[in-house]
T-cell receptor, first 115, second 116 residues
Framework: DAGITQSPRHKVTETGTPVTLRCHQTENHRYMYWYRQDPGHGLRLIHY???????DKGEVSDGYSVSRSKTEDFLLTLESATSSQTSVYFC??????????????FGPGTRLTVL | AQSVTQLDSQVPVFEEAPVELRCNYSSSVSVYLFWYVQYPNQGLQLLLK??????LVESINGFEAEFNKSQTSFHLRKPSVHISDTAEYFCAVTEAMNTGFQKLVFGTGTRLLVSP
């Protein structure tokens, strides 16, 4: 299994509080992604990173920010959590090998409940 | 831009029966196609992928999928399911020949429920 961990695995918080989710990889892969999974929507990309301090928005980035200060860590922050951000959050990683498709590997997920 | 449609949100089936999970995609460029499986309370695992070559791809646990370009489909099949196949299955697509950042677009998922 790819070395990806997410912390915390479960979190319950209240509306308006800040929340930070952490993704940690031991694979030294270049790309890291944050998705959210919701019933009826599948997985949707929130933000991704293509290197240290290099990040960009996905399709559902409103209300989220990210940071990547080290290759191995990708943080997702909800500045002021809302109930609509109750979801399961997945981190994924992929490498870049010229001429090859590079599989995305997924972490175990973080279940976030915003009351 | 790509999109994926999984036509069935839930598929109940008896053990040892065959099953087909349907996936259709839309894209104006060549694509790579994937099926991911998610067992309860776990992350996603790649089940099988179509990149190029033979349009019939197989997984190690008996699933297969066929890329049909004319029908823009990538249906997943298994001739005889086991209880342990109970999971949610996601079809996904990305633009072909992209070795860097991959914008994986996922379908909404199909929950396969296998009963004795």
């Amino acid at each position: 299994d790819a070395g990806i961990t997410q912390s915390p695995r479960h979190k319950v918080t209240e509306t308006g509080t800040p929340v930070t989710l952490r993704c940690h990889q031991t694979e030294n892969h270049r790309y890291m992604y944050w998705y959210r999974q919701d019933p009826g929507h599948g997985l949707r990309l929130i933000h991704y990173s293509y290197g240290v301090k290099d990040t960009d928005k996905g399709e559902v980035s409103d209300g989220y920010s990210v940071s990547r200060s080290k290759t191995e860590d990708f943080l997702l922050t909800l500045e002021s959590a809302t109930s609509s951000q109750t979801s399961v959050y997945f981190c994924a990683i992929s490498d870049q090998t010229s001429g090859h498709y590079n599989e995305q590997f997924f972490g175990p997920g973080t279940r976030l409940t915003v009351l | 831009a790509q999109s994926v449609t999984q036509l069935d949100s839930q598929v109940p089936v008896f053990e040892e029966a065959p099953v087909e999970l349907r996936c259709n995609y839309s894209s104006s460029v060549s694509v790579y196609l994937f099926w991911y499986v998610q067992y309860p309370n776990q992350g996603l695992q790649l089940l099988l992928k179509y990149l190029s070559g033979s349009t019939l791809v197989e997984s190690i646990n008996g699933f297969e999928a066929e890329f049909n370009k004319s029908q823009t489909s990538f249906h997943l099949r298994k001739p005889s399911v086991h209880i342990s196949d109970t999971a949610e299955y996601f079809c996904a697509v990305t633009e072909a020949m992209n070795t860097g950042f991959q914008k994986l677009v996922f379908g909404t998922g199909t929950r396969l429920l296998v009963s004795p």
